[in-house]
Nanobody
Framework: QVQLVESGGGLVQAGGSLRLSCAASGSGFSINSMGWYRQAPGKERDLVARINSDNRAMYADSVKGRFTISRDNAKNTVYLQMNNLKPEDTAVYYC?????????????WGQGTQVTVSP
């Protein structure tokens, strides 16, 4: 079983920064990619950023140039550095993992961490 533990959310003023972390634990699986999604009240869960095992990253257009995703493979941890935060970035941020176990791919989700950006 895979467990994802997120940390780093909180309240920040517009223009400020936060850094989210997500650590994966468990055994018997390999990690293909990890990413961050977010869900604002009344809206769908959307991709924020994703990074592959070879460190290729992709970003939602709304966060390009402000957010940076990175990964520490030795620690099975993914980070999301969020700079120049805007009120519209307010949402619950979820960590996501795409892994393989016994040649079967699977997705796993974290519990979510709240990010609130005040004007």
């Amino acid at each position: 079983q895979v467990q994802l533990v997120e940390s780093g959310g909180g309240l920040v003023q517009a223009g400020g920064s936060l850094r989210l972390s997500c650590a994966a634990s468990g055994s018997g699986f390999s990690i293909n990619s990890m990413g961050w999604y977010r869900q604002a009240p009344g809206k769908e869960r959307d991709l924020v950023a994703r990074i592959n095992s070879d460190n290729r990253a992709m970003y939602a257009d709304s966060v390009k140039g402000r957010f940076t995703i990175s990964r520490d493979n030795a620690k099975n941890t993914v980070y999301l550095q969020m700079n120049n935060l805007k009120p519209e970035d307010t949402a619950v941020y979820y960590c996501n993992l795409l892994g393989t176990r016994n040649r079967v791919d699977f997705y796993s989700w974290g519990q979510g961490t709240q990010v609130t950006v005040s004007p």
